[in-house]
């Protein structure tokens, strides 16, 4: 027979597995975003941010196949996250009842400058319709993606959030999935996405900011977008092919380049912006 103390050593040495798992999990947000940041970064183009990230070299950050309603739709604001599960009945069982379940809770997390992000076990899953979305209008949600499908859309058009899905489907969900976590790390048609994470979409797609880096973003982003117009306006006075200003990479503009050149006329030199040879900061 096992001794004693044997036993109580054996009981030390299993009981922290459950411990040992929950400590390494990193945390599940990645730092905070100000609401002047957040505006910020919404009043920039989609385009400009994946260039941001990309100068960075972050990875996509765009979750594709992910369109909006209608047209005029536009999000902006911080990530509250869900995450689906394909259905099985021991999980239907164990999962919160009611208004306790992880979706319910991931409601009531947000507010106008949320962005519900619901990553879906299938793109033309439902993750939800008119009767469940009230709530989203009622705690008047900035906006909803999902790289899964919505039901109901005529009354999810009403309710007047924009709303970025895979598709639109008249099925049901629970059948598929449930809701099974609440402002997790999650996975969107490949792209990860924390809870707190910057949410800017437009008619060009949906994109994530980590909010760890999202003020870096913004710099970068902001000031390509400054040299793009500039450089729009000189081939609109001066029509000629773009490629003595266009292409250029962030950080690398030498300054004798007739794009260089054309950036000084307009009081853009390495001393007041980042996107010059020599003045990258990231």
């Known amino acids: 027979m096992l001794s004693n103390n044997l036993l109580r050593a054996a009981a030390r040495f299993s009981k922290p597995s459950i411990l040992s798992r929950g400590l390494a999990m990193g945390p599940a947000a990645g730092g905070e975003i100000s609401d002047e940041l957040l505006a910020k970064l919404g009043s920039l183009s989609t385009q400009a941010l994946v260039d941001g990230l990309w100068v960075m070299g972050w990875p996509s950050a765009q979750i594709d196949n992910c369109r909006p309603l209608t047209p005029d739709m536009k999000v902006c604001g911080r990530a509250v996250t ?7 009945p021991d999980i239907a069982q164990d999962k919160p009842p009611g208004g306790e379940s992880p979706e319910y809770e991931a409601f009531e997390k947000c507010d106008e400058k949320s962005v519900l992000v619901m990553s879906s076990v299938g793109p033309w899953e439902s993750v ?6 009230l709530r989203l ?3 008047n949600i900035n906006g909803l993606v999902t790289d899964g499908s ?3 859309t005529d009354e999810i058009i009403g309710y007047g959030f924009s709303c970025f899905s895979y598709s639109t489907t008249a099925r049901q969900g629970p059948a598929a999935m449930q809701p099974w976590e609440c402002n997790g790390v999650i996975n969107v048609s490949g792209v ?3 809870p707190g ?3 800017i979409g437009d008619q060009d797609g949906v994109v994530v900011v980590p909010a760890k880096v999202a003020s870096t973003v913004y710099d970068i982003a902001h000031g390509r977008e400054q040299i793009e117009d500039i450089v729009k306006e000189e081939l609109t006075k001066n029509p000629g092919p773009p490629g003595k200003f266009y292409p250029f990479m962030s950080g690398k503009i030498k300054v004798d380049s007739p794009l260089g050149q054309l950036l000084a006329t307009k009081g853009i030199t390495p001393e007041n912006s980042n996107q010059f040879e020599g003045t990258a900061n990231w």
């Not at 939800?128 to 979305?133: E, Q, R, T």
């Open 137 to 139: 209008k009622q705690k």
């Open 128 to 133: 939800g319709g008119d009767i469940k979305f």
């Open 150 to 152: 919505v039901r109901d």
């Open 192 to 194: 990860a996405v924390r």
């Open 82 to 88: 869900l995450n689906f599960v394909p259905a099985r």
């Open 197 to 199: 994470d910057a949410i």
